[in-house]
């Protein structure tokens, strides 16, 4: 009998955290976003104008905001909710792919949240007054095709890694996550250390579909993680 | 006999402690076993192994017939709660009970809701911010409700009032009646807990040192009480495990069975026997070498 699923729905169990936190926190930064927009429409910002589109589009709240949630997210799913995954009779493979399968239902959620959000937001001719919220830059300015892969890698990529974390904190307590940091933190500098002298070059002919390569390499890289760690953790 | 679990040569170290040494023991299907000892002795070490939440370094674990580390179809017929489990962040008592059905194929939501009546527990408060009886409420809740073939209860009084002890036993007994399992019971509380146990299992130093069903156990040790020279000379060729003495008095736990010789030796001696408690054995075996020297005064 595997327990795949049974995990899978250990983590839907909290359905609040799942399903309602991260329409809160969207609905939190599309406030404050619409309250940074009528200061400057009171410091004299024409709404409408390039300016205005130009500057709104530029706004990167929302994706900073639901990040540390959704790593702090990641983290849970594996440091706390392991232990009692395996008092409730889940094998350790079973919870890594469980876990897995969780983190792509929560990319695949908030995908479609943002994409129904950007349509009524490009319908309304952005909510009847110029508000930027969903249609900006680093969601893909509006279009569908790229606002789609970017929330769900995006997602996945920051759910895997804070799970990975909180894997390293299961198999090796507090020095696990600052291990595994300083370890990520050195292999960027010496991979930067070889490639400096090409990145002149590489960001001269840098294409949109590289970021989504390596997300999945990241992905796939902190999944591996994860099961790595956990098929010698122990719990005590 | 049918043996639920067996523990052949089982060794678990962590670092340089050996927290289970070299412990073999089997467990008769359908009965409830006393894992005994004192704190560190090596049980909740040796009930994670069970559960498959650990593995030994060295030695098989046997749980129905099957190794159970990683073997979901065996961890499903066991339930085991910890006495310190970590539950999910934000976690209350309904999504205990709302997700514990989806592993436990025996779950019986009847017997949850009677014993979540029984203990009181709240329904409105995260279980980070339970009391330590609470929790324990909700680990018996979790443990007994799953009805599971193995079911291991890792200190289940803890924090406990009287009432909840008493309607914990009530259960325990009334669901065993109806529902038959193998259950490993660890608890400080040995008196209270004499009268549920088929066999008990002491453990000491991560070996065990008592394997026996709970009477003959018993009749393995006495108290002999009386004038610490006369108690010394009657013991002299028993193997002595607990001293206590009181000014000139002496009441010593020895090993051994008390047969008509010794009570004729005894009488004459004014020395009174007993024969040991369930909780003056454990607490016998659990003492430390240091305390020897009090053996030897006893002897001298």
Redesign the interface.
Known sequence: ???V??TT??HL??RE?TFAVPLYITAMVAVISVLISLLFLRAGSVPGSAEWIESSRMNPGMIYALSGFLVYLGV?SVA??F??A?????????FAAGTLVWNVIMSAYLAVVFAVMLMLELATNHWFAGFYIFDIIVLGAGDLRLLIPIVFLSTLLLLTVGGVFGASWVRYGANGPVVLGVGIGIVIILALIVLIPQLPSMLASFELWWLAIAAVVAILASSLGTWTLLRSA??? | MTHALDIQQVTRSFGRTAAVDNVSFQVPENSIVGLLGRNGAGKTTLMSMLAGQDRPDTGTVTVLGDKVFERANTLSGISYVRDNQRYPDNYMLHHVLRIAPAFKPNWSRELADELVDGFRIPAKTKITKMSRGQLSSVAIVLSLASRAPITLLDEPYLGLDVTGRALFHRVLLDDYQTHPRTIVLSTHLIEESAALLDRVVIMDKGRIVVDDETENARDGAFVASGQTDAVGRLLVNHRILETHTVGALASVTAAGTLDDTLRQSARVAGVQLARASLQELVSAYGVNESTSETKEKVRA
């Open positions: 009998m595997s327990t699923v049974s729905k250990l169990n909290k955290a849970q706390t909710t232990p009692f395996l008092t409730l009779g889940s094998t350790r493979r079973s122990t719990v005590r």
